[in-house]
Protein backbone atom coordinates (compact mmCIF):
# COMPACT_ATOMS: atom_id res chain seq x y z
CA UNK A 1 0.00 0.00 0.00
CA UNK A 2 3.23 2.36 0.80
CA UNK A 3 4.64 1.73 -2.82
CA UNK A 4 1.03 2.64 -4.27
CA UNK A 5 0.82 5.93 -2.41
CA UNK A 6 4.02 6.87 -3.57
CA UNK A 7 4.00 5.92 -6.98
CA UNK A 8 0.23 7.98 -7.28
CA UNK A 9 2.32 11.02 -5.61
CA UNK A 10 4.56 10.71 -7.86
CA UNK A 11 2.92 10.49 -11.24
CA UNK A 12 0.52 13.35 -9.97
CA UNK A 13 3.54 15.07 -9.78
CA UNK A 14 4.56 14.35 -13.09
CA UNK A 15 1.33 15.02 -14.61
CA UNK A 16 1.49 18.45 -12.93
CA UNK A 17 4.77 19.15 -14.53
CA UNK A 18 3.49 18.44 -17.51
CA UNK A 19 0.64 20.48 -17.74
CA UNK A 20 2.59 23.45 -16.67
CA UNK A 21 5.59 23.00 -19.62
CA UNK A 22 2.20 22.43 -21.92
CA UNK A 23 1.62 26.02 -20.53
CA UNK A 24 4.20 27.67 -20.67
CA UNK A 25 5.43 26.40 -24.15
CA UNK A 26 1.84 27.67 -25.41
CA UNK A 27 1.93 30.86 -23.83
CA UNK A 28 -0.78 30.51 -20.97
CA UNK A 29 2.07 30.82 -18.17
CA UNK A 30 3.74 33.46 -18.40
CA UNK A 31 6.62 32.95 -16.27
CA UNK A 32 8.22 35.50 -13.75
CA UNK A 33 12.50 35.36 -14.06
CA UNK A 34 13.51 38.25 -12.22
CA UNK A 35 16.91 38.26 -13.27
CA UNK A 36 16.24 38.46 -16.85
CA UNK A 37 13.75 41.51 -16.42
CA UNK A 38 16.72 43.37 -14.34
CA UNK A 39 19.33 42.66 -16.45
CA UNK A 40 21.04 45.92 -18.09
CA UNK A 41 23.87 46.54 -19.92
CA UNK A 42 27.00 48.57 -19.11
CA UNK A 43 29.26 50.27 -21.80
CA UNK A 44 32.82 49.96 -20.71
CA UNK A 45 34.21 53.49 -21.47
CA UNK A 46 31.86 53.86 -23.76
CA UNK A 47 31.73 51.88 -26.52
CA UNK A 48 35.06 51.18 -26.53
CA UNK A 49 35.61 48.17 -28.95
CA UNK A 50 33.83 49.86 -31.52
CA UNK A 51 35.22 53.87 -30.68
CA UNK A 52 38.19 55.75 -29.13
CA UNK A 53 37.65 55.31 -24.99
CA UNK A 54 36.05 58.14 -22.73
CA UNK A 55 35.28 60.01 -25.76
CA UNK A 56 32.38 61.68 -26.63
CA UNK A 57 31.80 59.47 -29.91
CA UNK A 58 32.06 56.56 -27.60
CA UNK A 59 29.11 57.39 -25.53
CA UNK A 60 27.37 58.24 -28.29
CA UNK A 61 27.91 54.43 -29.83
CA UNK A 62 27.19 53.43 -26.40
CA UNK A 63 23.66 54.52 -27.18
CA UNK A 64 23.58 53.80 -30.63
CA UNK A 65 23.93 50.24 -29.05
CA UNK A 66 21.32 50.25 -26.37
CA UNK A 67 23.17 50.29 -23.61
CA UNK A 68 21.92 51.05 -19.96
CA UNK A 69 25.09 52.47 -18.36
CA UNK A 70 28.09 53.93 -19.39
CA UNK A 71 31.01 52.91 -17.08
CA UNK A 72 33.61 56.19 -17.14
CA UNK A 73 36.51 57.17 -15.37
CA UNK A 74 37.11 60.52 -14.07
CA UNK A 75 40.72 62.54 -13.36
CA UNK A 76 41.49 66.21 -11.76
CA UNK A 77 43.25 68.59 -14.38
CA UNK A 78 46.08 70.81 -12.81
CA UNK A 79 43.32 73.99 -12.62
CA UNK A 80 40.87 72.14 -10.99
CA UNK A 81 39.03 70.52 -13.68
CA UNK A 82 37.13 67.24 -14.07
CA UNK A 83 37.92 65.45 -17.16
CA UNK A 84 36.93 62.07 -18.57
CA UNK A 85 40.48 60.01 -18.72
CA UNK A 86 41.41 56.22 -17.65
CA UNK A 87 45.29 56.76 -18.15
CA UNK A 88 47.29 59.21 -16.24
CA UNK A 89 49.74 59.93 -18.54
CA UNK A 90 48.35 61.39 -22.20
CA UNK A 91 51.04 59.19 -24.53
CA UNK A 92 48.81 56.31 -25.92
CA UNK A 93 45.34 58.03 -26.75
CA UNK A 94 46.77 61.40 -27.53
CA UNK A 95 50.67 60.53 -28.08
CA UNK A 96 51.63 63.40 -25.47
CA UNK A 97 54.06 62.17 -22.67
CA UNK A 98 51.79 64.48 -19.93
CA UNK A 99 50.29 63.18 -17.09
CA UNK A 100 47.12 64.22 -16.14
CA UNK A 101 47.58 66.95 -13.71
CA UNK A 102 50.72 68.79 -15.24
CA UNK A 103 48.11 70.24 -17.54
CA UNK A 104 45.16 72.45 -17.44
CA UNK A 105 42.15 71.78 -19.05
CA UNK A 106 43.04 74.19 -21.94
CA UNK A 107 45.43 72.08 -22.89
CA UNK A 108 43.68 69.08 -22.35
CA UNK A 109 40.72 69.99 -24.56
CA UNK A 110 43.14 70.61 -27.82
CA UNK A 111 44.75 66.76 -27.70
CA UNK A 112 43.30 64.79 -30.25
CA UNK A 113 42.68 61.31 -28.34
CA UNK A 114 40.75 59.51 -32.02
CA UNK A 115 43.56 59.40 -33.84
CA UNK A 116 45.57 56.43 -31.71
CA UNK A 117 42.02 54.28 -32.60
CA UNK A 118 41.69 55.09 -36.11
CA UNK A 119 41.93 57.84 -38.36
CA UNK A 120 38.71 58.50 -38.83
CA UNK A 121 38.15 59.65 -35.14
CA UNK A 122 41.05 62.27 -35.91
CA UNK A 123 40.07 65.25 -33.62
CA UNK A 124 37.91 63.67 -31.19
CA UNK A 125 38.56 65.51 -27.50
CA UNK A 126 39.02 64.58 -24.15
CA UNK A 127 34.79 65.48 -22.50
CA UNK A 128 34.56 67.29 -19.30
CA UNK A 129 32.33 65.06 -17.00
CA UNK A 130 29.71 68.00 -16.63
CA UNK A 131 29.29 67.41 -20.47
CA UNK A 132 28.91 63.91 -20.35
CA UNK A 133 25.68 64.28 -17.29
CA UNK A 134 24.34 66.16 -19.35
CA UNK A 135 24.50 63.65 -23.04
CA UNK A 136 23.53 60.82 -20.23
CA UNK A 137 20.50 63.41 -19.10
CA UNK A 138 19.82 63.84 -22.10
CA UNK A 139 19.80 60.65 -23.13
CA UNK A 140 18.13 58.20 -20.12
CA UNK A 141 21.76 56.53 -19.60
CA UNK A 142 23.05 55.98 -16.27
CA UNK A 143 26.32 56.49 -15.58
CA UNK A 144 29.05 54.69 -13.27
CA UNK A 145 31.70 57.02 -12.35
CA UNK A 146 35.13 56.03 -11.78
CA UNK A 147 37.53 58.45 -10.24
CA UNK A 148 40.94 57.94 -10.82
CA UNK A 149 42.95 59.58 -7.99
CA UNK A 150 46.76 60.28 -8.57
CA UNK A 151 47.62 61.79 -4.98
CA UNK A 152 47.79 65.60 -6.66
CA UNK A 153 44.49 66.19 -6.45
CA UNK A 154 43.09 68.79 -4.67
CA UNK A 155 39.43 68.37 -3.14
CA UNK A 156 38.96 65.29 -5.77
CA UNK A 157 36.24 63.86 -4.49
CA UNK A 158 34.61 67.30 -3.45
CA UNK A 159 34.93 68.54 -6.93
CA UNK A 160 33.10 65.17 -8.37
CA UNK A 161 30.57 65.61 -6.17
CA UNK A 162 29.99 69.14 -7.35
CA UNK A 163 29.84 68.52 -10.94
CA UNK A 164 27.41 65.02 -10.22
CA UNK A 165 24.97 67.73 -8.22
CA UNK A 166 25.24 70.85 -10.61
CA UNK A 167 24.51 68.78 -13.14
CA UNK A 168 21.47 67.28 -12.13
Known amino acids: MRYAAEGILLLGAVVCCCFYLYGIYNHKVNV ?3 YVRTMEV ?3 RGASARYPENTMAAFEGAKELGADWIELDVQQSRDGQI ?3 HDTNFVRTAGVDSNTWEMDYDEIKT ?3 GSFFDSSFAGE ?3 LL ?3 IAFAKKN ?3 LNIEMKPTGHEHEFEQKVAEVIA ?3
Open 125 to 127: RVP
Open 83 to 85: FVM
Open 140 to 142: GIK
Open 32 to 34: QIE
Open 42 to 44: TAH
Open 111 to 113: LDV
Open 166 to 168: TDR
Open 130 to 132: SEV
